[in-house]
């Protein structure tokens, strides 16, 4: 034994889980590519330049905040996340300087007006995607078809072109995907909306590879299964009930399959309320969120006078987390109501 | 594995690495030339010291008696003479005074033989004896034994519950003593049931040790003892008296109350020997199993150690360690204390001695709380240690104290979870003390 040894004196306990911050972002953005990459392929190069230019904005405008507040926090991967989470919300076709003010937007505002990583109280990719929404809403409205669709007219996404054209019509239908037939929009099937064969944003419009990275993160326990099964769960349950009342079909015939593929509401339920920072810590609470993120989906996406809903929806209840967190305590040990002794 | 019991609350599953030293044999290790007797070994007040320096002591004799109610007797474990009453720094960084013995040359440990003349003692005097053996919790709280044998007037023992969960990662002296001494326990228990009086005796034990449940069911059975073998699910902290009372028998400790409050007596299953000694052979505890471990020890392994032993010379009995550990830990990874003197002796809690590397203490940098909830799904006592810890931090310790603080035990499973790398468990114990603090003043 030398003399000189050094050792570490710490508090218990003397060993910690492998788990840490900066893996716990890194695997969300692994766990986001294959999502992207369809996106990638299905919108194009340009779709490249949108997620970069998003991602190296996030990393320059945390960098700049960084150097404001003394703290170096690039390593822990949670800006080239939302850099990432912003870039996927966006068409392939929005004007760059667009992506590039919600990331600034997203990191300077949201996140570091509040100190940074941890005490903000909004989804800052979300919030700088709702921030260019509703300033740029023409540039964040410029679809573009997958290539792999035959009739390259750009039109709208399928909920946007549901919502407006929906206003308008005088015939009868079924339902969405009747209704999209009648008027020669280019789905033909569920499976169109499944694999991401229609045009949205550049992340959000595969629902199967989502649902894999989602599913891995489930596995991982970097997601709380709760959230994304509340979220779906309420939504669908929802639609189910009264979302065929707009084709005229009464209670319970709501095209679900039809709403879960469309739109963000994978992207979202997913990836974007699960952020920790932004949702509540006990189980109990991540439900009451979950299931408020539904309904809300639900009202905006169907009552509403926007197309979609998931990012409204969540912020909103961001909002409400501190309120959700204070009234869903966890029980203390040794609370329980007295038991007889002989029982 | 469906249907064993276990804890409802939280709980983690850290990496056991038990089985560095779960099949190597309890080993005697060499007495040193010289011992460091600490007189605080236990909870509550330190024990006087009787002896001066230049005194000349036999093994098994009285050199501090209990300064209180809560307080409990230490015996030397050698022969030889008082060197010095000095202070030393213990394990848990607390100064304590101590008693420093020069072995005699030649020093041959007495034998000792069992006696059944116990049987024909009263509860009252077998709780004496207890007492005056010094003898105290091993399991790492070091609760002084007669008075936990005590049973308040009013009060019923319903069950006594032998705690062999031993869920500290690496340790496996418990183990390893049910495995090699299962007689003496069974006789351990037969005495401490005539003190307690209890109406059934279950040992809990957890399932990656299917060869102690196997030995203890047999051994009871043998012996014609009514013993409830409970195995249990793996899970930290089921080794925490409120968790394995839950585990066991479905109840829970109020909070700030004892386990008699629901009818229990939890006993551990090294402190069960430590009684069997005591009783039956008439043997001080100034003796106990200590596991030396970790992967930065050439040779890991379980030691019969006499109290009093610097850890540095139970280190050599492994062949030394490597050049450039990480940490030193005296008890186990979850709960013990980083040491930074290896001539700290080895103490009456001292369960197990750690040398980890780096890739063992896991060194993460710190960053801000993400709220993901670990934290709190991970609390065993239904806690919200990241909102304690926040308190804490902006000096806010009577909103600590609201947010039940003093339930918090320091298990560990807080900070072992937090992915942010936050010292939760050393925010909560300097939130108690500055509360303490504040209340004195």
């Known amino acids: ?343 | 594995m469906k249907g064993l019991k276990t804890f409802s609350r939280g709980g983690i599953h850290p990496h056991g690495r038990k089985n560095l030293t779960n099949k190597k044999e309890i080993v005697t290790a060499d007495i040193p030339e010289t011992l460091i007797v600490p007189m605080a070994q236990h909870l509550g007040a330190p024990a006087e010291v009787v002896v001066a320096a230049g005194d000349e002591i036999k093994e098994g004799m009285l050199i501090g008696k209990p300064a209180g109610f809560i307080s409990a007797a230490v015996h030397s474990p050698v022969s030889g003479t008082v060197k010095e009453i000095t202070d030393v720094y213990l394990a848990n960084g607390m100064k304590s005074s101590a008693v420093v013995i020069e072995k005699e040359e030649g020093f041959i440990p007495a034998e000792k033989t069992k006696s059944d003349s116990w049987k024909s003692k009263t509860p009252q005097e077998l709780i004496e004896i207890v007492k005056d053996s010094g003898v105290v919790g091993l399991g790492g709280a070091t609760f002084p034994a007669n008075v936990k044998y005590m049973v308040p007037k009013g009060e019923k023992a319903e069950y006594l519950i032998i705690n062999a969960v031993e869920c500290e990662p690496y340790l496996s002296a418990d183990h390893r003593l049910m495995l090699e001494k299962a007689s003496e326990l069974i006789e351990g228990l037969r005495i401490i049931s005539k003190m307690v009086e209890p109406e059934k005796v279950a040992i809990g034990i957890e399932i990656n040790k299917p060869d102690a449940i196997e030995i203890m069911r047999k051994q009871a059975e043998a012996e014609n003892f009514d013993l409830e073998v409970v195995p249990l699910k793996l899970k930290y902290p089921q080794g925490d008296e409120k968790q394995l009372i839950k585990a066991v028998t479905g109840r829970e400790v109020p909070s700030g109350g004892l386990p008699i409050a629901v009818g229990c007596v939890v006993s551990n299953v090294g402190t069960v020997n430590a009684v069997y000694e005591a009783v039956a052979l008439g043997k001080p505890l100034y003796e106990r199993t200590v596991s030396v471990t970790g992967l930065g020890v050439k040779n890991p392994g379980n030691f019969l150690t006499r109290v009093g032993t610097p850890i540095s010379s139970l280190l050599e009995a492994c062949g030394g360690i490597i050049d450039n550990p990480a940490k030193v830990v005296v008890g186990g990874p979850m709960m013990g204390f980083s040491i930074y003197d290896l001539d700290t002796p080895v103490t009456k809690g001292t369960s197990g001695i750690l040398i980890l590397t780096d890739e063992e203490s896991g060194s993460g940098s710190r960053t801000a709380c993400l709220s993901c909830g670990r934290c709190v799904s991970v609390c065993p006592m239904g806690l919200n240690p990241t909102k304690m810890f926040k308190f804490v931090d902006h000096d806010d310790y009577d909103s600590a104290m609201q947010n039940n603080l003093m339930d918090c035990k320091e298990c560990g499973c807080c900070a072992y979870a937090c992915p942010a790398n936050i010292p939760l468990v050393q925010g909560m114990r300097l939130g108690k003390k500055m509360a303490r603090k504040k209340k004195v003043s």
């Open chain 1, 1 to 343: 034994m030398s003399e000189e040894m050094k050792l570490k004196i710490s508090s218990s306990p003397q060993i910690h889980s492998p788990a840490s911050t900066a893996k716990i972002m890194w695997i969300v953005v692994v766990s986001l590519i294959p999502a992207g990459v369809w996106g990638v392929y299905a919108f194009g190069p340009r779709s490249i330049l949108v997620l970069a230019a998003s991602i190296l904005a996030a990393v320059a405008s945390e960098y700049l905040m960084g150097l404001v507040f003394k703290k170096s926090t690039l390593a822990d991967g949670s800006a080239v996340l939302t850099g990432l989470l912003i870039g996927y919300n966006m068409p392939a076709e929005v004007p760059i300087y667009i992506a590039v003010l919600a990331s600034v937007f997203a990191i300077v505002i949201v996140k570091w007006t509040f100190g940074g990583l941890g005490t903000n109280w909004m989804n800052p990719a979300l919030a700088g995607r709702v921030f260019v929404f509703f300033s740029w809403t023409g540039g964040m409205s410029r679809w573009s078809m997958p290539h792999m669709v035959p009739d390259t007219v750009s039109g709208a996404s399928p909920l946007g072109f549901l919502k407006t054209n929906m206003m308008t019509f005088s015939g009868t239908s079924s339902g969405p995907m009747d209704f999209l037939a009648g008027q020669n929009y280019p789905v033909d099937s569920y499976m169109d909306l499944f694999i991401g064969r229609i045009p949205g944003c550049i992340g959000e419009v595969s629902a199967l590879l989502l649902l894999i990275g989602g599913i891995f993160l489930i596995i991982l326990k970097i997601v709380n299964w709760e959230i994304p099964v509340f979220y779906i769960g309420s939504f669908a349950l929802l639609t189910w009930i009264f979302g065929g009342m707009g084709f005229g079909n009464g209670f319970f015939s709501g095209d679900i399959l039809f709403h879960l593929f469309t739109g963000g509401l994978m992207l979202g339920a997913l990836f974007m309320a699960t952020d920790m920072v932004t949702s509540p810590i006990t189980r109990k609470g991540m439900i009451i969120y979950a299931i408020g993120c539904g309904f809300l989906t639900f009202l905006i996406r169907f009552y509403g006078s926007f197309p979609e809903g998931v990012s409204l929806a969540i912020i909103l209840m961001n909002i409400f987390v501190p309120l959700i967190n204070r009234a869903t305590q966890p029980v203390k040990f040794g609370n329980l109501p007295k038991e007889k002794k002989n029982d």
